[in-house]
């Protein structure tokens, strides 16, 4: 079992920027698929960025491109967000796919570990 702890959510204002980083326990992030989802209110949860278990293929939701960076180092996966929109407020959760799993997956029935979600608050 896995644990994933998310870090650096808060309040911005509109094109202002944030940085997200999410750490699995127990085992090196480059044992993991991970991907970046997030949920405003009384929405589906919804894609935003993924990464596979090699680092080489990152995908980004169409709404994020240009803005939003993926990466990831030695410990962790980060999620590198500029010029933020309204529109993005929201729970941000990073996820982990079983480690067979290698590709960037957008889905996210393709996750198996979850964190807690940290929140982002993008005022206008």
């Known amino acids: 079992q896995v644990q994933l702890v998310e870090s650096g959510g808060g309040l911005v204002q509109a094109g202002g920027s944030l940085r997200l980083s999410c750490a699995p326990s127990?085992?090196?992030?480059?044992?993991?698929?991970m991907g970046w989802f997030r949920q405003a209110p009384g929405k589906e949860r919804e894609f935003v960025a993924a990464?596979?278990?090699?680092?080489?293929d990152i995908r980004y939701a169409d709404s994020v491109k240009g803005r939003f960076t993926m990466s990831r180092d030695n410990a962790k996966v980060n999620l590198q967000m500029n010029s933020l929109k309204p529109e993005a407020t929201a729970v941000y959760s990073c996820?982990?796919?079983?480690?067979?799993?290698?590709?960037?997956?957008?889905?996210?029935?393709?996750?198996?570990?979850w964190g807690q979600g940290t929140q982002v608050t993008v005022s206008s």
């Open positions: 996820a982990a796919r079983e480690t067979y799993a290698a590709g960037a997956s957008p889905a996210d029935t393709s996750y198996v570990y």
């Open positions: 127990g085992r090196t992030v480059n044992s993991y698929a």
């Open positions: 990464i596979s278990r090699s680092g080489y």
